[in-house]
């Protein structure tokens, strides 16, 4: 309450009674507090009484323009535009919130008269032609905003004059040999352009990029420039070996512009799948490094070496990690950072040993949360291999709940379905990331389906589909499902069934979908099956048998949450069957 007291009494001051600080950063940041809670009106009241004290003040002003347009005053803008514009005829933004306001209400002559008092108010701005073309070019009106370009080069005589306003003209008109033109001689005027000159071209159709290509680096005062974009430009038509290549023939001289064009480069490349794309990002990081301040040289180079990794080049980034992690001369921060990524690398590799040798080796270098993490990580390793007691040992001293999550894989694994069962619950719903956590559900749900307390051969049949053994794994839940009854079987049926698809073992998972669907028809596992059923067949060609299938789907299981997807792909299947 008493915030709204105060501002309803700045509100009814006169403006010459206004204290100095009234008009200052504070009355701004009011004002922005009152447009971040929608109250338009009120900050358009406190933007006037600004401009009542200070008629040139330039953040009130543009502050009133937004207020404005979303309360529909356009002429209260443009009022106070031309008070500041009486006040000071060579306040740019009071002559460009003027022209903005008369082209928002519709007055394009009158916006036209304006621009031409503002050019000469101005007469060696480029400002006046550049608004013009701006807001051409976002009414859509190229050729618009293209007169206002040659204007301004010719009364500026100035042949380069406003590049970025014809740049975006031309790709507006599908010229991309003028656009890359234009763009080149922007970035090597202003390096800032260089990322928006990347994006204004990475449309140019595939017919046009080879023209594109050999117009931004042609030799000249510009090439380096031009360089830069093309580099980004390839980066993005999906050819990372070519535009590091290109980088690398255009990186500048000052160390801090280098290194800021090897991190963009790198982070950009990081971001987009394919080894080759790794290993540009990898070695845009590695040259980065040599060129960073000590502490930003570590995250370079643990950043290069996970590229080198994803790029396939494993000795490469052990090579990277395993110097600093032996490097004497360092902290212990870096060479335990080091170590920490070199473990997750070998990991990763399918190495836990090795992994596992590092961290012991790294002594009390590394401790407490860190050391557990890393022991989680290893013992996960473990488990990808098989190994289930190194697995178990790996996480022995350890209490919290991702090893409680391991500790119930191993007992399920084993075997002991009822300890595995009891320790997954454990763990919650929540816990992990979005493929793990529904892994863990859907394995508790099995584990309940069977309400065995042990199973050897359940465990060893998930085992298997840990190791990514899929095929065997189905081959052996069937097994399993043969010596189980009532509504277990067709659950675990239903695994094998999903395991001998994820193995491409199609006509194993058909048969298994059908068994369920025609054997057990009543059992949870039908509906699932019978729409798998039917994908698989229309897959093969069988529309009216998938079609079918569907439609006993929705008949038989009206309240299954499968019944919508079954609606769609019944839709989907009828409009393939030939009229």
Do not use: C
């Not at 922005?32 to 009130?60: C, F, H, I, K, T």
């Not at 000159?197 to 680096?217: F, H, T």
């Not at 709940?401 to 119930?408: C, K, P, Q, S």
């Not at 998938?546 to 769609?568: F, G, K, N, Q, W």
């Amino acid at each position: 309450m008493r915030r709204i007291a105060e501002l309803a009494l700045l509100l009814a001051l006169p403006p010459a009674l206004l204290p100095p600080r009234a008009v200052g950063q504070d009355v701004v940041q009011r004002a922005l507090e009152l447009e971040e809670r929608g109250l338009w009106s009120d900050a358009a009241a406190l933007y006037s009484s600004m401009l009542q004290a200070e008629p040139v003040n330039v953040l009130a002003l543009l502050g009133l323009e937004r207020a404005d347009a979303q309360i529909g005053r356009r002429d209260s803008t443009l009022a106070y535009a031309r008070r500041a514009i009486a006040a000071d005829s060579t306040n740019a933004t009071a002559w460009s919130v003027e022209v903005r306001a008369l082209r928002a209400m519709g007055q394009d002559s009158l916006a036209a008269a304006a621009l031409q008092r503002w050019v000469a108010a101005l007469p060696g701005s480029p400002a006046p032609y550049r608004d013009w073309a701006r807001l051409s070019l976002q009414s859509g009106r190229p050729h618009d905003a293209g007169d206002a370009v040659v204007l301004a080069r010719q009364r500026l005589h100035d042949p380069t004059a406003l590049a970025p306003e014809m740049a975006q003209v031309s790709a507006a008109e599908s010229d991309w040999a003028q656009a890359a033109a234009e763009w080149r001689d922007a970035v090597a005027a202003q390096p800032a352009y260089a990322e928006a000159a990347a994006y204004s071209l990475r449309p140019a159709p595939a017919s046009a990029r080879e023209s594109v290509q050999r117009i931004l680096i042609a030799p000249g005062p510009a090439s380096p420039s031009g360089r830069r974009i093309a580099a980004d430009l390839l980066l993005g038509w999906d050819e990372p070996g070519q535009a590091w290549a290109m980088l690398q023939g255009a990186l500048p001289s000052p160390e801090a512009e280098r290194l800021e064009l090897l991190r963009s480069f790198g982070d950009r490349a990081h971001a987009l799948d394919g080894p080759g794309a790794q290993r540009a990002a990898a070695e845009a990081y590695e040259m980065a490094a040599g060129l960073a301040s000590p502490d930003d040289a570590l995250q370079f180079r643990i950043e290069s070496a996970r590229a080198y990794a994803a790029a396939g080049d494993r000795d490469a980034a052990l090579r990277l990690l395993r110097v600093m992690a032996r490097d004497t001369a360092s902290g212990v921060e870096v060479r335990t950072a080091a170590a920490a990524a070199t473990i997750e690398l070998l990991v990763g590799e399918g190495n836990p040993g090795e992994a596992e040798r590092l961290l012991d080796s790294s002594g009390d270098a590394m401790a407490g949360a860190d050391r557990a993490s890393l022991g989680r990580l290893i013992a996960r390793g473990w488990l990808r291999r098989g190994d289930l007691d190194r697995a178990a040992a790996a996480i022995a001293p350890d209490s919290s709940l991702g090893a409680d999550e391991i500790r119930g894989w191993v007992a399920v694994y084993r075997g002991n379905l009822s300890e595995g069962g009891r320790l997954l619950r454990g763990v919650g719903a929540g816990f992990g990331d979005r493929e793990t956590a529904p892994q863990r559900a859907a394995t508790v749900a099995l584990l309940a389906a069977v309400s065995r307390d042990t199973l050897a051969a359940l465990g060893a049949a998930l085992l298997m589909a840990g190791r990514g053994d899929s095929v065997h794994a189905s081959r052996a839940l069937v097994a399993v499902a043969r010596g189980l009854a009532g509504e277990a079987v067709p659950v675990v049926l239903s695994w094998a069934a999903r395991f001998a698809a994820s193995g491409r073992d199609a006509a194993a998972a058909e048969g298994l979908w059908r068994e369920i669907a025609e054997r057990y028809p009543t059992s949870s596992a039908a509906p699932a099956a019978e729409l798998a059923l039917a994908r698989s067949l229309a897959g093969r060609g069988d529309l009216k048998g998938a079609a079918a299938r569907l439609e006993a789907l929705i008949l038989a299981h009206p309240e299954s949450a499968l019944v919508p997807e079954a609606r769609r792909e019944l839709d989907r299947v009828r409009g393939l069957v030939p009229g």
